[in-house]
Nanobody
């Protein structure tokens, strides 16, 4: 059973919006943060950190998405087990597979935590 599941990717025109959802399993104990990463197509493209939302609602963003993307908890549940990444004013360079990562308090590092399978976001006219 997958511990982290993303959804909401798709094809959108430049300037459009998408909302990605991330559901983390309650079996992940002491969840401290949910992070979003992306990997663009093409040889040599590495996975890139995009955004983080923490248990105390602090949020952090890659400079190129600041002001356009918002990472937050779903209001109805108000926990890190149900979060989203709202992406507005999308650009072609945002095209990538987006991954959600659930990070427990006991773990650190970009490779730590539990990963989702990824969801494709394509920004194209």
């Amino acid at each position: 059973q997958a511990q982290v599941v993303e959804s909401g990717g798709g094809l959108v025109q430049p300037g459009g919006s998408l909302r990605l959802s991330c559901t983390a399993s309650r079996s992940i104990a002491d969840l401290y943060a949910v992070r979003w990463y992306r990997q663009a197509p093409g040889p040599g493209k590495q996975r890139e950190w995009v955004a983080t939302i923490t248990i105390d609602d602090n949020d952090y963003y890659l400079e190129s998405v600041k002001g356009r993307f918002t990472a937050a908890k779903n209001r109805a549940e108000n926990t890190l087990y149900s979060t989203y990444l709202q992406m507005d004013r999308l650009k072609p360079e945002d095209t990538a597979v987006y991954f959600c990562n659930a990070l427990p308090r006991s773990e650190t590092g970009h490779d730590a935590g539990s990963w989702g399978q990824g969801t494709q976001v394509t920004v194209s006219s």
